[in-house]
């Protein structure tokens, strides 16, 4: 017959199976799932190292020595993605020299085309188009030209244009390159892609460039589109109007509501002008 201490007892043994289990349940779990995770920074190269401070010598020593340049980190990144993010002009050189590929992506799509326009290096970026990269990313990719749009990097912005950039590449959730620099107020970029040929009217969805430059309250960009042809009465999905979405009694909207008027007043005189004009045709007929 089992007593009381006996029941005791066993409850105690499996009390004590059950932690052990489930202390090394959690160690295999942090062994195997969140080390690689943390270790994205811990598998790099020596490559890597180097190409990411600048250090030239050492990134030529170890090219020479028979060191892969298109050696990996568990996130993809290369040797090339740290010296275009870290602008090191002459060690991308050296790598693209020795057979890096251009055209490297990480697991997150990210290029070194994209890290050069992240931080505005126009010479890592040239090299690179000289080179064979893609000027244009794929559609589920971050972009190049938003990147670069979005920081205020008009010389790369230029230079992804020459070659061969869609300046109306459209990405679902950013929409346009030059609705991406309405959105950042970046002035020197919305002027540049206008300039290049993008369309003022084409921004996101239904919401245009005006639209949003209007929203942001930034009278400049507003009155560049503006002169680029943008429709002052486009309407969004909601039916608004770029003077409807702009800050109530800001200067975006006195400037809108002006130029609405001097509009309709030219549009007035031109009409009166050709009436005027057609009844002297009829009469000295």
Not at 23 to 42: E, G, N
Not at 128 to 135: D, H, Q, R, S
Not at 162 to 182: F, Q, S
Request: glycine fraction near 6%; charge should be negative.
């Amino acid at each position: 017959m089992i007593n009381r201490r006996d029941i005791t007892v066993v409850f105690n043994i499996m009390l004590l199976l059950y932690t052990v289990t489930f202390q090394s349940a959690c160690i295999l779990f942090s062994t195997y799932v969140y080390l690689p995770v943390m270790r994205s920074w811990a598998d790099r190269s020596p490559l890597h190292d180097a190409a990411s401070q600048g250090r030239l010598l050492a990134l030529r020593t170890l090219i020479l020595q028979g060191h892969s340049v298109n050696v990996l980190t568990i996130d993809h990144v290369t040797p090339l993605h740290e010296a275009c993010l870290g602008d090191h002009v002459a060690c991308a050189r050296a790598l693209i020299d020795a057979g890096a590929n251009v055209n490297a992506s990480t697991i997150d799509g990210v290029s070194p085309l994209f890290n050069a326009c992240t931080v505005g290096s126009v010479a890592c970026a040239e090299i690179l188009l000289e080179n064979g990269a893609k000027p244009q990313s794929l559609v589920y990719c971050p972009s190049p030209i938003h990147e670069a749009t979005s920081k205020g990097h008009h010389g790369c912005v230029e230079a992804l244009v020459t070659w061969g950039a869609d300046v109306d590449v459209d990405i679902p959730h950013l929409g346009t390159a030059l609705y991406t620099a309405c959105v950042c107020q970046e002035l020197e970029c919305a002027r540049k892609l206008l300039r290049e040929g993008a369309n003022v009217q084409k921004g996101k969805s239904l919401d245009s460039p005006l639209h949003v430059a209007a929203e942001k309250d930034c009278t400049a960009v507003v009155k560049l589109l503006l002169d680029f042809g943008a429709d002052i009465n486009a309407r969004n999905t909601e039916f608004r109007r770029p003077v409807d979405v702009a800050p109530p009694s800001s200067s975006t909207e006195g400037f809108l509501l002006l130029y609405e008027g001097t509009s309709r007043r030219l549009l007035r005189t031109i009409i009166t002008l050709k009436l005027c004009f057609t009844k002297l045709l009829s009469i000295s007929c």
